[in-house]
């Protein structure tokens, strides 16, 4: 649906937001794009959107270049933007049906009406927008993306400063556009939001996109799992009859890791049998625990700074 092909940016004071991005968007995914504050994320959406210009390579949307073939590219694509940009004084519906006119698509009352309801926006059409709450006005803002039915829709941190109940009807609507063939992609800082709704994962750290991955292998990964057992009296080695498990001597011979697959061990078999092999040859277990690498722990190392 969309193709960044060797995109980068630098600003006119020289700082370089983007450096060669290469990326492809499917059709009808919804795509999260994780990065740190400053990584290029919002950027990255102005480029594609045509609201920057990229200082070198382009940008197609269903195979319309975004500069060339601008007012293709840009009729497909509707843009949620990070800050509330509500006009006060024009109604919701005002605000929603001039969006539909902008894009010169014919006026369609029904399609409105369609959208409004299914932000649940419908009671509060004829209110002013300074008459709305800030959950509201993003909807506001999700609504007026959706005016002029695109097929893309970016979603700029769509939950930001948004409370619990409201980000979970905002996942729920999010899915349904998904469901009804909107591509989607969404800038987060909520690791959970994009482990809630992505199909897949892309990480951006300054202006390089570092990863791009299926967020099922991601979450496999996440599953990988680790039991460090400390052991009484110290080893020289792994006793041959415990080679069959994936283990590894540490702290001086004083603890045994075991790596497993959380995902494919939920029954713990394979811990009982480990445990059933330390007793036959005679080893003692003093204390043990567990930890699981998290998405979290996966994006970290990913942005941290490399020295
Ligand atoms: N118009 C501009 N002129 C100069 N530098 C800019 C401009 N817009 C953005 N930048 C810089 O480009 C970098 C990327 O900014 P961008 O807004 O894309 O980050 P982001 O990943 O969206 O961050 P956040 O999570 O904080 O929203 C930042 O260092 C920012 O200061």
Redesign the pocket.
Known sequence: MIRVEGVS?T???G?Q??KNVDLGIRRGEIFALL????????????VICGL?NASAGRVLVDGHDNVHDYRAARQMIGLVP?ELTNEAFTTVWDTVSFSRGLFGKPRDPAHIEKVLRALTLWEKRRNRQLELSGGMKRRVLIAKALAHEPQVLFL??PTAGVDVELRREMWEVVRELRHQGVTIIL?T?YIEEAEEMADRIGV?RR?EIVLVEEKEALMRKLGSKELTLHLHEPLDAVPESLAGHALALIDDGHALVYSYDAAGQEDGSSISGLLADLEAVGLRVKDLHTRQSSLEDIFVSLVRERA
Do not use: M, R
């Open positions: 940016k600003f006119a004071g700082f937001a983007l990065g740190p504050n400053g990584a290029g994320k919002t950027t990255l959406i102005s920057v990070q700029d941190e800038t800082h951006i202006g």
